[in-house]
């Protein structure tokens, strides 16, 4: 059975090296004769896999001493809810809006508390970020929310916005783990690794210390930081095989040189899909080019029944989930670390023959 190139948005592609490890160990995982599958969480076994994986990850990221890394579920999305309540001590918290997952975590926020809208790019269907120089964040708001990459709009925070001093919250899951981030500079990041890195039902969050409260009144157990922080995310039953794939997933970045050599080879994949889309006469890109993602790449021809002849042909040929978000429309390829340099030539070469064949 030949592998496709995938483009899906998430869950998406996995390195093939790791899914032949995941294959090789299923039945028998380190001579335990057991797969990770089916062992306790508690086993010593399982201790070496997520304490191996959270080892892995805070040398490739260079994470602080004092910042917590916590392995959760529930669903990136739930982490919406968990932030505010966790973060916004008193209730108040300012969001920037760059597309449709910023959006859904500033709707939780306003469920609980005071939450207010500091910038937008909603006038334009999201294709830019604005600018973040000078926000009117409020004196009193707890922090600063951003989706530093949009995977459905294809745009990505150029730099970081200016907090005025505040604390810095990102949900990075379509970027996380693509190049290198000075941690430092937020007070906690989250991320579902269904995007680019593991299978879905893992979120990562990794969060300065002295932010996380004590004290939650009215908050249940699991919604408290604390309770996975102080337990190393071994409270309750984890999704160990999740988790197992990521530990896989941080040892294939580490053998291909960490994030600074990912990121420059996401940066070169991208631009051989971005520089192709730039001289198309049919294929244009619908974000500005300031702050385009180099994770997701959506693009149009401008003309909705080609597209969809497109989406269809290019499936045919071995390119696959290419279909754009419905919010945006036409195509969006997500182009994630595990998306060799050859998928996107493969596409480019396509969409060179497509041109060809459909343009009046
Ligand atoms: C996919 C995605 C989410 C939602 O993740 P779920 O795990 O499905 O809740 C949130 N934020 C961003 C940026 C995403 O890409």
Known sequence: MARVYNFSAGPAVLPEEVLEKCAGEMLDYAGCGTSVMEMSHRSSVFKGIIEGAEARLRSLMSIPDNYKVIFTQGGDSLLFSTVFMNLATNGKADYVITGNWAK??????????????VAS?????????????????REDASYLYICENNTIYGTKFPELPNTKGHVLVADQS??????????????????????????????????????????????????????????????????????????????????????????????EKAAV?????????????????????????????????????FVKDAAKAGLVNLKGHRSVGGMRASIYNAMPREGVEALVAFMKEFELAHRA
């Open 104 to 117: 859904k975590a500033f709707q939780e926020a306003q469920i609980l508390g005071d939450a207010q809208a």
């Open 121 to 137: 790019s909603a006038d334009k269907n999201f294709s830019y970020i604005p600018d973040c120089s000078d926000l009117p964040i």
């Open 174 to 267: 379509s970027m996380f783990l693509s190049e290198p981030v000075d941690v430092s500079r937020y007070g906690l990041i989250h991320a579902g690794v269904q995007k680019n890195v593991g299978p879905a039902g893992v979120q990562i969050v990794i969060v300065r210390e002295d932010l996380i409260p004590d004290d939650l009144p009215g908050v249940p157990t699991m919604l408290r930081l604390k309770t996975q922080a102080d337990a190393g995310s071994l409270y309750n039953t984890p999704n160990c095989w999740g988790i197992y794939v990521c530990g896989l997933v941080f040892e294939w970045i580490e053998r291909m040189g960490g994030l600074a050599a990912m990121g420059e080879r996401n940066a």
């Open 273 to 309: 899909l971005y520089d192709f889309l730039d001289e198309s006469k049919l294929f244009s890109s619908t974000v500005d080019p300031s702050c385009r993602s180099l994770m997701n790449v959506p693009f149009v021809t401008g003309n909705e029944d080609l597209d969809a002849v």
